[in-house]
């Protein structure tokens, strides 16, 4: 049950839209493996955590392999700098620290991927919505409106592929290029059709008052107080890592020698701020869920 | 004293009327023809007005005047106004929040993805604040009952609901005057009675005035104030329903054919107007056949019996010369399912089609209808169980929605596509040959004078023939409509019939359509089938299946059938009235 519908995914939208912007920010601009690792896993765990045993981990996989293999296999035997040599190609020398730099740069592309899919996840169109309208109304309404229009437009696409079908236009043995032809018609007709709907809903729109000046957006959303509060502990966090970040506390050098930062208090707790960050939502459901114990008792 | 009276009663009068058209004419730019002569309307505050007219007669124009965002382009003479006020000098914010508007289609009419951001978007562009439009949304949402689906995707809804949700969708603006454009055209029975139930009930508890044009009358002319008649773009009845049927007998209009069929019949037999409603024609009826002897009445039930027979006969002879015993289409022991679901939509379903009949397949909504139509062109395949078909038959299906076929730029064009898209059919055939094909194929549906428009610009009924001529240039052998009546008027309805029965008698052909529209089944088609529970409940001849039902049977058959069981359509009720003179 609460794997299904975490408390985190109820909080107002602009508490997620700083969660998950601050983690790609973040995990984006930094190539400490300590970090980035850090931020793989509590990905993967956030994952997990939000879409419970509908989760699909083999996705990652999938998705890794060709990041691998650019950045790991062949990104080396083009790019020459380094300081110890593994082997000639075309006497170029392949080195062991380019190596090394893909297999990070992969790091970060695989969770930073990780990250855009808890971000699906967290922002659904009437969150994507709600943001967007913050910024503008038209623009808003404009999201809204395609995310009407697929669906719609996928079903007419059915209905006139269906019609063709049962005015014998196609049969099953047709050969390639007459189904795509008979496809390009039934696109053209579709084109034609929309158009044409289009021209009522334009007036369905304007007989509602579209294009009154001051138009609003309307969201179901409310600031509560525990919004205010994660937000202002996210920015805070947010700000601390920033800090960490510009101070250079996560810097590491790869090419042409590996130089690796040296960790002090200040950079350590840098990392505990990230991963307690990252875990927020798993974190905020423990401490929900005794808090509800509590109060049951 | 009394021109006091009077003024008071005027002005009374002017305060009460929410809209009025005075010497109002409209033409359409680029043409000459008036869309609507010298129009002098009132409509009072809180009533129910229909209007009604054949289709081109000019309804939709009269609607469209009292919204300066649907007002087309043309020549204006007179005014029309809201309270007084010109409805042209009307700007956009108090057209919106005092006009409504409603049009048939519902998929169109939709913008947004949600239910609930379709009820906030006319609040949300008269620019509210949140929480007046969430009270807002709220007390709608409640009130037309759509609170439970509230979260839905606009695109999983039926019909009915997306029309529930376009109908809360303006109420949210609160609109004095709601305008509605056969907002029931595309939805089945139930769903266009619940959408009518609740106009009318709109109309009582929030006092909105209602203006609908509507073809199918059945479920709302007893609740109508006022009718407003049009015929060839001039208003020839404006008032109460009694004196409708009197003027449209003066001027022997054919617009007397879409009244309600209980109207019809009470003024068949009695001559007189008051009685409106099944029930109430009903208990008439029951009074005043009540002496009638029981032989006579059987005598009745025979006739009506035997004039069918007779026909069937004449079918039986011509059956038995060629001598086909086998059905054209055999359906056997056929199940299907959807790919996703283990539950079956069909099941062990057993159905012959004969050759050379109308047949209709009735049932209610989801019942499997147009799947099993689907079935038989092959759009599906059936999980387990057989479809023969006789062999050199051509099976041809008409898409429910005539814009899913239209692909070319003026109607002749559209016909000639068939023409050169089947070139085995025409081979031999000179250019000039095949012109005056398509020139004979307008004709014969009465589509000449529209030639070069484009099939887009043709009305419901219009593009129906079009899609139904284009068909028939394929040379069907079998012919299957999906609810081929639906979102036509009764007049478009007839032409459809004789059209039909005419490729039934002249070229053989066989007719298989599933409809939701039992009066049109009953009277055009030969035999009918029920689909119920996934498979076939009972089939038979026209007459034989609808005789002695109680609910699912023709509005004629409900008011008759205490006493004559088997009268089902409106020329029976000729009959028993001639037979009854005598007696």
């Known amino acids: 049950m609460n794997s299904r519908c975490p408390f985190f995914t109820k909080m107002h939208p602009l508490v997620l839209l700083i969660y998950i912007l601050g983690i790609l920010i973040v995990t984006m601009s930094s190539l400490n493996p300590l970090l980035l690792s850090l931020s793989l896993i509590s990905g993967i765990a956030v994952l997990v955590f939000l879409k419970g045993r509908k989760a699909k981990l083999v996705h990652i996989i999938f998705f890794s392999i060709p990041i691998l293999i650019f950045m790991i296999l062949i990104q080396p035997l083009f790019y020459h700098t380094g300081q110890t040599v593994l082997f000639y190609v075309n006497e170029s020398a392949v080195y062991k620290e380019n190596y090394i730099y893909g297999g990070i740069v992969s790091l970060m592309l695989i969770a930073g991927v990780v990250w855009c899919m808890v971000l699906r996840e967290l922002l659904d169109s009437e969150k994507i919505y709600y943001l967007f309208g913050k910024l503008s109304p038209t623009l808003g309404l404009f999201f809204t409106m395609i995310l009407r229009f697929i669906p719609l437009m996928r079903e007419r696409l059915e209905q006139i592929h269906e019609g063709e079908i049962s005015m014998g236009r196609i049969g099953p043995n047709a050969g390639h290029i007459a189904t795509i032809r008979n496809r390009l018609k039934e696109v053209s007709i579709l084109v034609g059709w929309s158009l044409e709907s289009s021209i009522e809903t334009a007036n369905s729109m304007e007989s509602r008052g579209y294009g009154l000046k001051g138009r609003t957006s309307y969201n179901r959303f409310n600031f509560k107080g525990l919004d205010i509060g994660l937000i202002i502990l996210e920015s805070l966090a947010l700000v601390y890592m920033i800090a960490v970040l510009v101070t250079k506390g996560f810097r590491v050098y790869y090419l042409p020698v590996i130089i690796l930062n040296k960790w002090d208090i200040f950079n350590i707790l840098g990392l505990i701020v990230f991963a307690s960050f990252a875990l927020l939502p798993i974190i905020q459901e423990i401490i929900y869920k005794i808090w509800e114990a509590m109060n049951n008792d | ?583």
């Open chain 2, 1 to 583: 004293m009394t021109d006091n009276f009077n003024t008071e009663i005027n002005r009374n009068n002017d305060e009460n009327n929410i809209i009025e058209f005075k010497n109002f004419s409209f033409s359409y730019s680029g043409s000459d023809r008036l869309a609507l002569e010298d129009i002098n309307l009132k409509v009072f505050e809180g009533t129910i007005n229909l209007v009604i007219g054949k289709s081109g007669s000019g309804k939709t124009s009269l609607l469209k005047m009292l919204k300066t965002s649907l007002m087309p382009a043309g020549k204006y003479s007179g005014t029309v106004s809201f309270k007084g006020q010109e409805i042209s000098q009307m700007d956009l914010r108090s057209q919106t929040e005092n006009i409504g508007f409603v049009s048939q289609n519902p998929d169109n009419q939709i913008v947004t993805d949600t239910v609930w951001h379709e009820l906030a978007f006319g609040l949300e562009n008269l620019g509210l604040d949140n929480s007046s439009i969430r009270s807002r949304v709220a007390e709608m949402a409640e009130y037309f009952g759509i609170s439970s689906w509230y979260e839905k995707k606009t695109n999983t809804l039926s019909g009915g609901q997306k029309q529930l949700v376009n109908l809360a969708s303006v109420m949210v603006t609160r609109p004095k005057v709601l305008l509605l454009d056969e907002p029931t055209a595309q939805l089945d029975p139930v769903a266009s009675k619940r959408f009518l139930d609740q106009i009318v009930s709109l109309n009582r508890d929030l006092g909105t005035s209602i203006i609908m044009i509507e073809h199918n009358l059945e479920n709302v002319f007893e609740w109508a104030d006022t009718v407003f008649a049009l015929d060839s773009s001039k208003l020839i009845y404006a008032g109460n329903k009694d004196g409708l049927i009197t003027r449209l007998n003066e001027l022997n209009s054919e617009l007397k054919m879409s009244l309600p069929k209980p109207v019809l019949v009470y003024e068949k037999l009695s001559g007189k107007t008051d009685k409106i409603t099944i029930p109430q024609v009903r208990r008439w009826i029951n009074n005043e056949f009540v002496d009638m002897p029981d032989n006579i009445r059987k005598n009745v039930e025979k006739l009506l019996e035997d004039s069918e027979a007779e026909a069937d006969n004449t079918l039986k002879n011509t059956e038995n010369k060629a001598d086909k015993k086998c059905p054209i289409i055999s359906i056997k022991n056929l199940s299907f399912s959807y790919k996703d679901s283990n539950k079956d939509v069909i099941s062990n379903l057993n159905l012959d089609i004969n050759e050379g009949e109308i047949t209709a397949i009735l049932g209610g909504n989801a019942a499997g209808k147009s799947t099993l139509l689907k079935l038989i062109t092959k759009v599906y395949k059936a999980k387990t169980g057989k479809i023969k078909y006789m062999k050199d038959k051509r099976l041809i299906a008409l898409p429910q929605n005539p814009l899913t076929i239209f692909t070319e730029v003026s109607l002749e064009e559209e016909l000639a596509e068939a023409i050169m898209s089947n070139p085995a059919l025409y081979k031999g055939l000179s250019l000039e040959e095949k012109k005056q094909i398509v020139e004979d194929s307008l004709k014969s549906m009465g589509l000449l004078f529209a030639r070069k428009m484009h099939p887009y610009d043709l009305s419901g009924g219009e593009a129906q023939k079009l899609a139904l001529a284009k068909v028939l240039l394929m040379k069907p052998d079998i012919l299957l409509l999906d609810e081929p009546t639906k979102g036509l008027d009764v007049f478009f309805k007839e032409e459809l019939a004789k059209r039909l029965e005419g490729l039934v008698k002249s070229e053989k052909m066989t007719i298989l359509l599933v409809t939701h529209d039992l009066e049109w089944a009953a009277n055009h088609a030969n035999s009918c089938a029920l689909l119920f529970d996934k498979n076939i409940a009972s089939r038979d001849k026209v007459r034989k299946f609808f005789s002695g039902n109680m609910f699912f049977t023709t509005s004629v058959n409900r008011i008759m059938s205490d006493l004559f069981k088997n009268c089902i359509k409106l020329s029976d009720v000729d009959k028993i009235n001639n037979l009854s003179k005598d007696w």
